[in-house]
């Protein structure tokens, strides 16, 4: 999937995203219950805050001078100022940002994935972190999502984290294919948008849903990796 394409599906969901990822909200509580609450952090950055549910888990529950979020989409200012008005915003592909300084804390839920060369953005945020800083991030495991690929034959390559901390697995049920469908495309990861489905189609590949798995359902496969300098 192109960077453009990842702009302008998740910027088409951002209002829907939030009653739409239960799966990723649980990711960003289970990810700060693993941080240090007791520790004082003089600076945080959040990568691809997006609509806010990691932000508002870190600024209720962690303690902190300093607060940075970034996001590729412009509109996310606007959610994530709600839970902290002095957060600094920065809007733009992570990736190719040029830091300027070190932070006690990097976190992120849920946007590793979409990176080209996620080993050079870890690279990247280890020059960035302050002596007994902590790298705190979530993604996803070769099980995400794994019914789209044996069914549609379509999906993403997802990272391969060997030292990750925690993985979990995963399933939400749907009435129909169409549902989950909808829930694919309200959440900005549309992956078979481009995908001919007729109404025919779509009932061909409910059949073929039911007859391998005996239900119309989605595996998450959410890991958590904590880094501490």
């Known amino acids: 999937m192109t960077e453009s394409l990842v702009l302008t599906r998740f910027k088409k969901s951002l209002s829907t995203y939030e009653d739409n990822a239960p799966i990723q909200k649980q990711m960003a509580k289970n ?14 950055l959040e990568i691809g805050c997006g609509s806010g549910f990691l932000t508002k888990e870190c600024t209720s529950k962690l303690k902190y001078v300093k607060y940075t979020a970034n996001d590729i989409i412009p509109d996310c200012e606007k959610y ?3 839970y902290d008005n002095k957060i600094k915003f920065i809007c733009g592909d992570f990736q190719t940002l040029n830091l300027q300084e070190e932070y006690d804390l990097i976190i ?3 946007v590793f994935q979409w990176f080209k060369s996620p080993d050079e953005i870890l690279n990247k945020l280890s020059r960035h972190l302050s002596k007994n800083g902590t790298i705190a991030i979530t993604s996803f495991g070769e099980k995400n999502f794994y019914e789209l690929k044996e069914i549609f034959n379509v999906g993403i390559k997802y990272p391969e984290f060997k030292n990750f901390v925690k993985e979990d697995i995963a399933e939400i049920e749907f009435k129909t294919l169409k549902e989950l469908l909808t829930h694919i495309k309200l959440t900005g990861v549309n992956a078979i948008k481009n995908y001919p489905l007729t109404k025919g189609k779509l009932k061909e590949f409910e059949n073929k849903y039911i007859e391998k798995y005996g239900k119309i359902k989605l595996t998450y496969n959410p890991i958590y990796i904590i880094i501490d300098n």
């Open 80 to 82: 994530i100022l709600k």
């Open 108 to 110: 992120s839920n849920a």
């Open 31 to 44: 990810l700060v219950s693993m941080i240090d609450k007791n520790k004082i952090y003089n600076s945080i």
